[in-house]
């Protein structure tokens, strides 16, 4: 151990130190071999086709003789010419702040007042039933939302019977209403899953601080928000910051699904753009190039929420 | 123990001796993996068709239908060429296969010699079917086509494709009129509602639906080109009359404006609903099964399952009969282009169905084999058990004429029947003869039972002749038209995008997030959104119109033999 603290064999001493290290846990290094090859396999070995986004893929004849030539950056040049390529970037970016703000905010709230419930069965039921709809696939929720959103659906029935609306709103044909129906329908689905974490949060926090608090005459607001809040921080950031490193992904099926013709410059995300260019039209050029724009783009966000954590001093992942 | 073993040893040998008693015959018992474009049904193992095969063949099928995105499944399927179904349909996207090179050329076993029958079915229209590589210069077939390759006079008892539908209980109630044009179509639907504004139900009444998902906007699109009284070339309108076949898109086009006019007045009316706009496929067809919808523009084929649900709900008042609608000369007097003149033409000539049906995989281990199958299988009998049955059980031969009773045609209607009795799934993506029955015994037969006048008149329902009696009419297709005959290019839908695919996208995609606005707009804004959309549609039109008119002047070339 010696080493560590002499100062001037330091620089040597460390990569010493890591060796001898490992082989004095070569029992858990061996365990974490396979996570290892998994990770090199499947997430750095796909990387080796990043290649194809400087290749030409546009004349399938060519494509299938087995000629695609190096093209430079042309597939990137033609990307970011694309008017409906920035719209996919805008509307990824809005679907997925959408669905981060309303998600984690109405886990929390949830996770909150089922925390509060004494009641055992009730929360037991409440928790049950909110997380039930996760296991639905899309497919059915969409399908479902189409009919509640229809304009002769429930929603428009009971607006336009309390006079909130004087005629119908084309909620599913309508631009402006898509981005706002993928979060609500989100919220809903999700919104019983996402409080599992954070429930699980608020269990580990000191009963006694709940105690001193009453104690000093915090009543039950008080104590949510100076007890359990900052109990729940580190969990909320840790969480926030791998959600930055998804923002990328704002899903696929739902937009996929609940989109048309219509509202498709505010349906169209890159992950659909990349099947319509890729697998529909078959031009893996254009399609590999969007997604490693993607890439990119998640990884220069996920490295700086990190920074800006470390910064704050909280947890962070790296 | 020993008993134990003794049997074990007996069945094992038992099991030895089954493919040994197979392979008694000359052909050796093989499995053919099969994949289908489209959705469909398994057959059950008990199927006695699939069986008769296996008898003569040897061949029996593993079969692969469609699920979710056609194109998506194409892509991925061809990414391993060596791992391919031995016979393979490509539906409405097969151009992909071909040019991903999965499939082989067809010519390296068909030929005048070896296999007459697959000739003589293909000679008629050869300059059509074949075509030539354009990098090695070499004649290509890739496909037989399923359909469209008739013999005899051809057949048109009704409107099978494009056409301007509508309830015939809507053209009872307003006395049997001719419809002739948009004006009188909606006329008509809007004094039908007025008076009956829903069924006995109590469900509301749709007017008109505008189906536009995917693929199937052609039934927002392609009306125009009808309207101006020509058959379907998809997007674009062509002058046959010239021989430089001008050919150009027609929806930016300002003979496009009076339809779109009369659909934003009609959607302004309530006889369009904003709904139709985002709704899907399966909607649709529950919309048009519960019959509560007066009218839409579709092609019979893409609605025959709503069709088939309402004739077994017995709602026949509710099945719909095709118009063939043209514009008013008043709507677009002066928005023709030159000489034009309209005349009425949803009937076109027999058409090949070109690239559509079973193509065989570079994968396939036996392609000589399926080549000597479809062959045989030319033959009459051949023929009539697949398109008419077992004789006895599912028909018999009166007279030298075809019959079915009411029951056995019945049967031959539902679903449940035919994945026991019925080899659809094989059958309908092989080659296959239509039309009349030319030769032999059952001369002047038709080859499909829907052709065959003793069960088309014989076995139709009272509503639907008494219907026909009011119009003093013999057969739906009286409706419209007769055929014209087939332009020399085809028709121009068939033509592979591939080659312009981004800019034919572009032109998809606008129509699809555009054309719907302009029929919801305001009254006052509807000139503005009509021109925004032509302004942003221009440039794609333009590279498509291009394309199409190279591509049309290509295929005229083959025709005539040059």
Request: hydrophobic letters at 45%; proline letters at 5%; aromatic letters at 12%.
């Amino acid at each position: 151990m010696t080493e560590y603290t002499q100062g001037v064999k330091l620089r040597t001493g460390k990569r010493k130190g890591f060796f001898r290290q490992l082989a004095g846990q070569w029992q858990l290094a061996l365990m974490s071999v396979p996570m290892f090859l998994y990770v090199l396999l499947f997430n750095y070995v796909p990387m080796w086709g990043w290649i194809n986004a400087f290749k030409d893929y546009g004349n399938r004849k060519l494509v299938a003789r087995g000629i695609t030539p190096y093209n430079g950056l042309a597939n990137f040049k033609w990307l970011f010419s694309r008017p409906d390529f920035y719209q996919a970037i805008r509307n990824t970016l809005a679907m997925s702040v959408i669905n981060l703000v309303f998600g984690t905010v109405s886990a929390i709230l949830l996770a909150i007042l089922l925390n509060e419930v004494r009641n055992r069965g009730f929360k037991r039921t409440v928790q049950t039933v909110t997380y039930l709809p996760h296991f639905l696939s899309m497919v059915i929720v969409v399908a479902m939302a189409q009919n509640i959103f229809a304009t002769n659906g429930p929603i428009n029935a009971l607006l336009t019977g309390v006079g909130l609306a004087k005629t119908p709103i084309f909620w599913l044909g309508e631009g402006k209403y898509f981005w706002w129906l993928v979060g609500v329908i989100n919220v809903w689905k999700e919104v019983g899953w996402g409080t599992i974490i954070y429930i699980s949060a608020m269990t580990s926090i000191d009963p006694s601080l709940y105690e001193a608090a009453a104690i000093d005459g915090a009543g039950r607001f008080h104590r949510i928000m100076h007890v359990t809040l900052p109990g729940i921080r580190s969990t909320f950031i840790i969480l926030l910051i791998m959600n930055i490193g998804h923002l990328m992904e704002a899903g696929f099926e739902i937009q996929y699904l609940l989109g048309n013709g219509l509202v498709a410059s505010y349906s169209r995300t890159i992950d659909i753009f990349v099947l319509e260019y890729g697998i529909q039209q078959m031009d893996m050029g254009v399609a590999t190039a969007a997604g490693m724009f993607k890439s990119v783009v998640a990884i220069i966000l996920l490295v700086s929420a990190n920074f800006i954590a470390k910064r704050l001093g909280e947890d962070t992942l790296v | 123990m020993r008993k134990l073993l003794s049997i074990l040893l007996v069945l094992a040998m038992m099991l030895a001796l089954v493919p040994a008693a197979l392979a008694d015959g000359d052909l050796e018992p093989i499995t053919l993996t099969v994949f289908r474009g489209d959705p469909g049904d398994q057959p059950y193992p008990d199927n006695k068709i699939y069986k008769k095969i296996e008898e003569e063949f040897g061949v029996t099928f593993e079969f692969e239908f469609l699920a979710g995105d056609l194109d998506e499944k194409l892509t991925l399927m061809t990414q391993d060429l060596d791992d391919l179904p031995d016979l393979f349909d490509g539906g409405n996207s097969a151009e992909k296969l071909i040019d991903a090179g999965a499939l082989i050329n067809l010519l390296d076993y068909v030929n005048p010699e070896d296999t007459p029958n697959l000739w003589a079915h293909i000679e008629p229209q050869k300059n059509r079917i074949i075509t030539k590589d354009e990098v090695t210069g070499e004649d290509v077939m890739y496909i037989i086509p399923n359909y469209g390759l008739p013999e005899g006079p051809q057949i048109a008892l009704s409107v099978g494709g494009p056409a301007f539908f509508i309830q015939k209980q809507v053209l009872a109630w307003g006395g049997y009129p001719q419809i002739t044009t948009l004006d009188e179509y909606f006329d008509l639907i809007e004094k039908f509602l007025e008076a009956n504004p829903t069924n006995a139900d109590g469900t509301p009444y749709i007017g008109f639906d505008i189906l536009c998902e995917d693929w199937r906007r052609f039934c927002l699109i392609n009306p125009v080109q009808h309207l101006m009284g020509h058959p379907n070339d998809g997007e674009v309108l062509i002058d046959v009359n010239s021989d430089d076949y001008p050919t150009e898109t027609f929806i930016n086009r300002a003979y496009a404006k009076p339809y779109y006019k009369k659909l934003n007045e009609e959607f302004q009316k309530g006889i369009i609903s904003a709904d139709t706009f985002v709704m899907n496929y399966d909607q649709y067809i529950a919309q048009l099964s519960t019959g509560i919808v007066l009218g839409m523009f579709d092609q019979a084929w893409d609605f025959g399952n709503a069709t088939n649900a309402l004739l077994t709900d017995k709602k026949y008042e509710n099945t719909y009969v095709a118009l063939g609608l043209v514009y008013d000369e008043d709507d677009v007097a002066g928005l023709l282009p030159e000489g034009w003149t309209i005349e009425e033409h949803y009937l076109n000539g027999s058409l090949p169905n070109l690239d559509r049906g079973f193509g065989i995989s570079v994968s396939c281990e036996c392609p000589e084999r399926i080549i000597a199958m479809w062959e045989r299988m030319m033959d009459e009998d051949w023929q009539l058990l697949f398109n008419w049955g077992v004789e006895g059980e599912d028909y018999s031969i009166v007279d030298g004429r075809l019959i079915m009773t009411e029951e056995q045609y019945a049967n031959t209607q539902d679903i449940e029947w035919q994945r026991h009795n019925k080899a659809r799934a094989f059958f309908e993506s092989s080659p296959k003869r239509q039309g009349w029955i030319l030769e032999g015994d059952l001369a002047g037969n038709c080859w499909e039972p829907g052709n065959q006048n003793e069960i088309v008149f014989g076995l139709m329902n009272d509503y639907d002749k008494e219907f026909l009696a009011a119009y003093g009419y013999s057969k739906f297709a009286d409706f419209v038209n007769p055929p014209i005959e087939l332009a020399p290019y085809g028709e121009a839908w068939q033509i592979d995008k591939a080659p312009i695919e981004k800019d034919y996208n572009d032109f998809l995609n606008i129509q699809d997030s555009q054309l719907p606005g302009v029929i919801m707009a305001n009254p006052d804004d509807f000139d503005a959104k009509w021109d925004a959309f032509v302004e942003a549609i221009n440039p794609s039109c333009e590279v498509y119109s291009n394309f199409m008119h190279e591509e049309v002047l290509k295929l005229v070339d083959a025709y005539y033999g040059k």
